[in-house]
Every structure is written in structure tokens, then in C-alpha cells.
């Protein structure tokens, strides 16, 4: 079992999840690749712009086209993880079917929001693109005329991977609901501050896997 908490099997919804996963965990170190090259241009011009007066063409630029890519790219990921904002404080006190239930109920409301913004976020990619403008672009950057088209597309499709993501947790909680299971797959476990803390400092030396499997058993 991986350092995350989230059990698997050989199931075909742990097949889903890992598949899936794999996705996720790609595009969130291609977001953590932008959050270092952008910190590394922003240090490029602050010292060009202090030591030769040369500051990185368009850097305002940049840093705008970024925001989408740094913001949404792990969004799924993150999910997967459980690492949104959550209500365990009253949640974790609930247990089996019931737990399973009102996980479901919660994931449903966050899908039917997502489906929502998808809808929204296409419509404000469409109004930036079109086959018969220059670069397909509508619109673009003040200082480089980057085309803005590529980072809002980036919002819908990001978010259509999250509903993705929700649509395989409500089997997963269904599944569990129904088989009353006493580990659920393919869905984050609740742990307490100590549990976090204890899987955090594994994760960080290297132990995690083995241990993880020892607890489970």
C-alpha cells in the first residue's frame, strides 16, 4: 500500500483509481514544474532589473498565464488525496453506512457544482477563442500578445477531470455503502492529527510503505 491513504485492491474500481491517478500525479508535478520556473524567472528579474536594468521581457505576462496552471492542474489530485477543505471534525465521528453515506452525499453536491463550472469555464474559454482570429485568439496579453485561449481551456478541462475524479469517489462510497465495507477502496481514509502526522514524517524518510502495511494488517 502507497504512503497515501487510500486503500487499494484489485478491484476494477481500484484499477479505475490508480489509472486515473496516474493522470493526476502527472499534471501535479507539471504544476510543480511551473511553480519552480516561475520562481526562477521572477529571481531572473529581479536581478536583471536591479544589477542591468534588463528586466524579463513581459514578466507580468507570464505570471498571469501561470496562475491557471499552478491553480488547477493538481485540483483532481488533490482530491484524490483528500486534501480539500473537509468537515472531519463532525464527519469523523460517524461510522460504516452512515459515514458512507453522508461521504456520498458530500461528493454528489461538489460534483453537481463542478459539472456547473465546467459549463461556466467553457463558455469563457469560447468567447476567447476563434479559428479566424490571429494565434485563434480573441484576446491576448497587454505586453506580448500571448494568446489567452490555451490557460483558460486549461480551467474546464481541469475541472472535468475533478468530476471524473467525484464520479469514481460516489461509486466508491456507493460500493462501500452497499458491502457495508470495513475499509473502503478508492477513497481517502479520515485520520486524526497524529495519524497525518505519523504518515507525513514516514512519507519524508522513506518507511512509509512498509509500515503502512504492517498497520493495515
Excluded at 120 to 140: V, Y
Excluded at 149 to 156: A, D, G, I, M, R
Excluded at 196 to 217: I, K, Y
Aim: neutral net charge; glycine residues 8%.
Amino acid at each position: 500500500m502507497s504512503t497515501q491513504s487510500v486503500p487499494e485492491d484489485g478491484s476494477a474500481l481500484s484499477r479505475v483509481d490508480r489509472a486515473i491517478f496516474a493522470l493526476e500525479r502527472l499534471l501535479a508535478l507539471i504544476a510543480g514544474a511551473t511553480i519552480l520556473a516561475i520562481m526562477l524567472v521572477a529571481v531572473a528579474n529581479i536581478l536583471g532589473r536591479k544589477l542591468f536594468n534588463i528586466p524579463v521581457p513581459g514578466f507580468i505576462d507570464w505570471m498571469e498565464q501561470s496562475v491557471p496552471i499552478i491553480a488547477f492542474l493538481g485540483i483532481a489530485f488533490c482530491q484524490r488525496l483528500g486534501g480539500h477543505i473537509r468537515m472531519d471534525l463532525l464527519v469523523g465521528r460517524l461510522r460504516g453506512r452512515v459515514l458512507y453515506a453522508a461521504e456520498w452525499f458530500g461528493v454528489l453536491a461538489i460534483l453537481l457544482l463542478s459539472l456547473i463550472l465546467v459549463w461556466g469555464s467553457w463558455l469563457h474559454f469560447g468567447r476567447s477563442f476563434d479559428f479566424g482570429s490571429p494565434l485563434w485568439s480573441r484576446d491576448s496579453t497587454i505586453d506580448l500578445s500571448l494568446p489567452t485561449w490555451p490557460v483558460k481551456l486549461v480551467v474546464p478541462v481541469m475541472l472535468f477531470l475533478l468530476a471524473l475524479r467525484l464520479s469514481l469517489q460516489l461509486w466508491a462510497y456507493g460500493r462501500a455503502f452497499r458491502t457495508d465495507a470495513a475499509v473502503p477502496v478508492a477513497v481517502p481514509l479520515i485520520e486524526t492529527p497524529a495519524q497525518q502526522a505519523e504518515r507525513e514524517a514516514q512519507t519524508v524518510s522513506g518507511f512509509g510503505d512498509d509500515n503502512d502495511e504492517a498497520r493495515d494488517r
